[in-house]
C-alpha cells in the first residue's frame, strides 16, 4: 500500500509561484508513475503532470506547459510540482497520485483511474 501527502497549498497572488510536494511512502517506486491532478470545484479531475519515477520523463497538460515542472527527489521518495506564472483558472484542489505501472502513453497519464493511490489533495488558490 502506497501512502501519499500532499503539502505546500495556499494563496497566491496571480503571476505568482508555489511548490508542492508529495512525500511518499509505502514501496519502492522505480516502476511507478506518480502523476499530478487537481479538482476545480463543481469540475471533473484534470489531468496536469506526470513522470515515470526511473527514467525523469515527463508529461505536462497544454494548460500547464512551460508553467509548471514536475520533479522527483529519489532519496526523499518525494515528487514535486513546481507551478509558476499562476492564474486565476489553476485555482484548484491538487492532488498527488500513484501509478503501479509504467504508463505507455500521455493519453494513459490523463486518466485518473490508471492511478491506484492518491493523496488527501492540498489547496492552491490564485486571487486576480
Known amino acids: 500500500q502506497v501512502q501519499l501527502v500532499e503539502s505546500g497549498g495556499g494563496l497566491v497572488q496571480a503571476g505568482g509561484s508555489l511548490r508542492l510536494s508529495c512525500a511518499a511512502s509505502g514501496r519502492t517506486f522505480s516502476s511507478y508513475t506518480m502523476g499530478w491532478f487537481r479538482q476545480a470545484p463543481g469540475k471533473e479531475r484534470d489531468f496536469v503532470a506526470a513522470i515515470r519515477w526511473t527514467a525523469g520523463s515527463t508529461f505536462y497538460a497544454n494548460s500547464v506547459k512551460g508553467r509548471f515542472t514536475i520533479s522527483r527527489d529519489n532519496a526523499k521518495n518525494t515528487l514535486y510540482l513546481q507551478m509558476n506564472s499562476l492564474k486565476p483558472e489553476d485555482t484548484a484542489v491538487y492532488y498527488c497520485?500513484?501509478?503501479?505501472?509504467?504508463?505507455?502513453?500521455?493519453?494513459?497519464?490523463?486518466?485518473?483511474?490508471?492511478?491506484?493511490?492518491w493523496g488527501q489533495g492540498t489547496q492552491v488558490t490564485v486571487s486576480a
Open positions: 497520485a500513484a501509478a503501479r505501472t509504467i504508463l505507455a502513453t500521455t493519453q494513459a497519464m490523463a486518466e485518473p483511474q490508471n492511478f491506484g493511490s
